[in-house]
């Protein structure tokens, strides 16, 4: 553990350093850390970090999952729910299918089982990643959502597959009704586990007198709790954190205060962060016992090469057709959802662009960890090594030639002109001129009613009349306070309800939502 320490610390202040060049460069994070991840692996004198398989889902996903939940848009995933369930669950079956067939033919001695144990770890792509990557292009609003919503999803679908095919080399077997039996159960339980013991967190929020470190720190164990309930009982914890992350963060209103939400977003982002460097500088530390363990089983590591540029190359296409598929079925089932554009042209490269995002990362590292060491019987995981280094040259070229190459993908093809969305500094424009609006009303009621002759509430009034920013606090008083604080209240209340309009981009209300929560901040270190 002395030893290790140091290591883990300096690999800390490694992962933060590459994130600001990568800023500076104007790249996405994970390419560089990633790359840097292979690179150490070639330090002579690092000691062995080994991470038991059995916890390596329990470590990394169950916040990472709770963060992404935590993040999008549910309204958003409702509106586009089937184009994001075909992509996060038909679409990852198809690729796993595509991937279990192309490695049962190309590589010696690869069953089907262990090509559908590949195509689990390998087809879901990367939230983070695409994150990271689309920051530095302009893409429409419903298509990032779609990209967020599929990389959520089929994380869960992949382990799915990920745990049938792991069932099936171990046991040499694969019974299809108890396997349908067993799905439905993941799946249905996985949400009831998940939505449930949500609930109870959101109560146990509300009615317990907890403080801001309270809460934060209850809500970095409430991912790992729901996360192992629906594992104990044989369900997707996948689909448990999942789900219970959509749950309360629909209801982080309700049961969050100012305080905690301000503090638990910082905290939550650090944390998030770290896990996504940790597991990916991890992956690189192992390439040299993964290298020489190829080795030892007589595969030359040029071969082993190859067949991750196959796997790679097989994945782009399978994800390609996918888009292609996609979008002949809407033009021909649903032509009024079909995209808007200008030529037939950028209509038939829109697949390309979208197939081209299909950037893998963390979970697939992650699950190819976990694949034990040995099987039931005590003898060695079969091509447990080629899998998890044919993982990594996945995850190597998708990040950096896809990673890289994306942006000016996009910029050169124009698919997005055509239905580009307000851009963001005019939505949030209009979206203050309208809450002030409100507040207006709302104070003019309160001064005519309530509070006539308050000096200042007066000039609180005159300012939400000019729409300009109060230079000092005299206006605020023991009085008005908790009538500013209620005014708060009332601009929450506002934009609850103007979220409930598709047309509102929600990304736009949590920022003004945040805004607000800094303003009752700091009213109350006045």
Known sequence: MQNVLPLLLAMIAAIVMLKTVADRMKIAYPILIVTAGLLISFI??????????????????????????????????????RIISSFAFLVVFFTAFTVAVVANHFIPGFSLALGFLLGGIVSPPDAVSTGAITKFVRVPHATATILEGESLLNDASSLIIFRFALV???????????????????????????????????????????????AISLSLIEPYFMYWLAEQVHSSGVLAVVSGGLFMSTRRLLYLNSTS??????????????????????????????VEGLRSKGIP???????????????????????????VATLIFRPSMAPRVSSRRRRWLLPIVLGW??????????????IPVSLSDGSAFPYRNLIMFITFIVILLTLVVQGLTLPVLIRRAKVFEDFMDEPADIARRK???????????????????????????QKILEHWEEKVKASNDDGIN??????????LESQRKYLSDLNKDDGIDEEIIRWQLYQIDLEEERLKML
Not at 53 to 78: C, G, Q, T, V
Not at 170 to 188: E, K, R
């Open 44 to 81: 002579p004198g690092l000691p062995v970090i080994r991470v038991n398989p059995d916890f390596i889902f329990f470590l990394f996903l169950p916040p990472l999952l709770f963060d992404a939940a935590w993040s999008i848009s549910f309204k958003e995933m409702k509106k586009w729910y």
């Open 168 to 214: 099936a080399v171990g046991t040499g077997q694969f019974i299809w009704q108890q396997a349908a039996m067993t799905f439905l159960w993941m799946v249905i339980g996985g949400v009831i586990i998940g939505v449930g013991l949500g609930w109870l967190f959101v109560q146990i929020h509300r009615r317990l007198p907890i403080d801001a470190p309270s």
């Open 261 to 290: 939400r301000i503090r638990g977003y910082s905290v939550w982002e650090s944390f998030v962060f770290i896990l996504n460097g940790l597991v990916f500088l991890i992956i690189g530390l192992e390439l040299p016992d993964i």
């Open 301 to 327: 590591l040029h071969t082993a090469i190859g067949y991750g540029v196959l796997i790679t190359v097989v994945l782009v296409l399978a994800r390609m057709i996918s888009a292609y598929t996609a979008m």
């Open 357 to 370: 995002t299909g950037m893998r990362g963390v979970v697939s590292l992650a699950a190819a960890l976990a």
């Open 431 to 457: 979206l203050r001129v309208g809450l002030q609006q409100h507040t207006h009303r709302f104070l003019q009621d309160k001064y005519d009613h309530d509070l006539h002759g308050q000096d200042g509430l």
């Open 478 to 487: 023991k009085k008005t306070t908790p009538l500013f604080l209620e005014m």
